[in-house]
């Protein structure tokens, strides 16, 4: 079936820094979507994508829908110490009835402040 | 909106005990999902419902797994007997498809322990 690379797995990174990360398919979708998850708690959509190319931001997060439509990526600049969390990648396709989100696995982000 | 709910947050039993995780989805939503969460599997779809009728539960790892969605406010996920590699997190997520494309809201979820 479908899987999704999620990178990196984690990231330590001091407060104030910009952070990236990525996700890459080895099939097409017609939906990215990134989540992020607390301790404790379940995903939390951040950013939905629709449009190969698309480039959509939240706040202090920026996404990209990649052109292959086989890849995307999320940016959060000047990150603070709520930023910790996993974040999850996720793909859709969308048929004659509702798509299964495809997650990756995670990228698990420690701030330090 | 309350979001969608989930009990128990945390149960631990005995290997072998039947357990049932019990889900109220978001008023409106008419797409229903089970996820099982682990470090070694990440996020895992086990089975889904479309207006309270199963359409997929190809993810339900064995016969020891069952769910159903007696009303549209309702669902309940049973493991009988339950076994100690069946300790992860579960969650519940409700959609509209027609209501927004794409994105599931997730419920804060179940942590089983299976001893």
């Known amino acids: 079936g479908q899987q999704l690379n999620q990178s990196p797995q984690s990231m330590f990174i001091q407060e104030g820094e910009d952070v990236s990360m990525n996700c890459t398919s080895s099939s097409i979708f017609n939906t990215w979507l990134w989540y992020k998850q607390d301790p404790g708690e379940g995903p939390v959509l951040l950013i939905a994508l629709y449009k190969a190319g698309e480039l959509t931001s939240n706040g202090r997060l920026t996404a990209q829908f990649g052109i292959t439509r086989k890849d995307s990526f999320l940016n959060i600049s000047a990150s603070i110490p709520s930023d910790v969390g996993i974040y999850f990648c996720a793909g859709q396709n969308y048929g004659g009835s509702q798509g299964n989100l495809i997650f990756g696995k995670g990228t698990k982000l420690s701030v330090k402040p | 909106d309350a979001g969608v709910i989930q009990s128990p947050r945390h149960e631990v039993t005995e290997m072998g005990q039947e357990v049932t995780l019990r889900c109220k989805p978001i008023s409106g939503h008419d797409y229903l999902f089970w996820y099982r969460q682990t470090m070694m599997r990440g996020l895992e779809l086990l089975i889904y419902?479309?207006?309270?009728?199963?359409?997929?539960d190809s993810g339900m790892p064995e016969d020891r797994f069952s769910a159903k969605m007696p009303n549209a406010s309702f669902s309940t996920l049973k493991i009988q007997p339950s076994e100690p590699r069946d300790s992860a997190v579960y969650f519940c997520?409700?959609?509209?498809?027609?209501?927004?494309?794409?994105?599931?809201?997730f419920g804060s979820g179940t942590r089983l322990t299976v001893v």
């Open positions: 419902f479309n207006n309270n009728v199963p359409i997929d």
């Open positions: 997520a409700s959609s509209s498809y027609r209501g927004s494309l794409g994105g599931y809201t």
